[in-house]
């Protein structure tokens, strides 16, 4: 199943799930075949994304790659990290031609848009986040220009940026009681440690290098551990601490648990200019969108609605209330910071 923009969609393929309008009416069911006249139907109607089954298209892009799936992809990098876990060490070209899988994952239906939510269905944290953030940095990174060799160098750091957490001990990692100074001085450590551990291996660049070392400095000087500011902090780290940040924010650990994905949305975008650097943080939110409007999803409440608007603020159209019944009268709510109705999934 693939969640597409209507610009994405094409005569023949099938819906995966219903299409609602934004008063909660079925527009087309799941299961039926698209034709030209239903997509411009839904384009009047301001349908944003819908999901469709996925057929494996060959790439637009390339007709001659073989198209690799999200589950391909994603067993292809945790097999590598799960080799590097084991071994400490690193075999540079599956990586490499792991992250050109993903990076041709991402473009074959030229998407530049991602869902959030469709990245975070994974039970292992360190294996996800790994990916996630791989997915996340080459999002931004294709939306501000980089070439295919930067992208390769990006998605590279991406995936290997907390490499160095193979040295701080297990039970620090998954300490579920609040860190001490101590604690968090070793944890600190892994930036150098895997930035120490791959400073000699052949085919690691030094923007690959870079990012391991740096995705938790902050522009204003507050991250670690070096201190850096704004220019003294590479492109590439600056995306890798951008989507690090996200995914982290919005993932469930021992200790805590994730905000939602709208939440540390704004998180982001408030920190654009002081933690992140801004043209990051502008290409971050141009290019993912936690809830496209049009998605149904599930609120707080146990109620189920239609994302009417994502910007400024997330407004959902409550079509079912909590014991699954369809409400006689659609009530629309803002979600924003004043409010304590969240999103918890896509329905």
Do not use: W
């Not at 590598?80 to 071994?87: E, G, K, L």
Request: hydrophobic share 40%; charged share 25%.
């Amino acid at each position: 199943m693939q969640l597409l923009r209507i610009h994405q969609l094409t005569e023949g393929m099938v819906l995966a799930k219903d299409v609602y309008d934004y008063s909660g009416r079925v527009l087309l069911f799941e299961g039926i075949e698209l034709k030209n006249s239903f997509i411009a139907r839904l384009k009047e109607l301001d349908v944003y994304a819908l999901y469709v089954q996925a057929k494996g298209d060959v790439s637009p892009f390339d007709k001659s790659i073989k198209p690799i799936s999200r589950e391909e992809t994603l067993k292809a990098i945790t097999d590598s990290i799960q080799d590097v876990t084991a071994a400490k060490s690193i075999d540079v070209g599956q990586i490499k031609e792991d992250i050109l899988n993903l990076l041709q994952t991402i473009t074959q239906h030229k998407t530049v848009c991602l869902c959030i939510s469709e990245i975070q269905n994974y039970d292992s944290y360190t294996e996800s986040h790994s990916f996630n953030v791989a997915v996340l940095s080459l999002v931004i990174g294709i939306k501000l220009g980089l070439s295919e060799s930067e992208l390769l160098d990006l998605g590279m750091g991406a995936i290997v940026h907390d490499i160095g957490k193979l040295y701080i001990q297990r039970k620090l990692l998954n300490k579920a009681e609040k860190l001490t100074n101590v604690d968090y001085t070793e944890l600190k450590r892994h930036t150098q440690y895997g930035h120490d551990m791959l400073a000699n291996v052949d085919g690691i660049s030094q923007e690959v290098r870079d990012i391991i070392l740096d995705h938790h400095e902050r522009m204003n000087g507050s991250g670690y551990p070096r201190g850096l500011k704004r220019d003294e902090i590479g492109l590439f780290s600056k995306i890798v601490m951008v989507a690090d940040a996200f995914d982290a924010m919005t993932s469930d650990r021992i200790y805590k648990k994730g905000v939602t994905p709208y939440e540390a949305v704004r998180v982001i975008k408030a920190m654009g200019g002081v933690l992140f650097d801004p043209d990051v943080v502008e290409a971050f939110l141009s290019t993912v969108v936690p809830y496209p409007a049009g998605s149904m999803v599930e609120l707080s409440n146990g109620q189920i609605g239609v994302v009417t608007a994502s910007d400024p603020d997330l407004t959902v159209r409550v079509i079912y209330d909590e014991q699954g019944y369809k409400v006689n009268e659609a009530k629309e709510f803002v979600l924003d910071e004043d409010t304590e109705l969240k999103v918890i999934r896509i329905s």
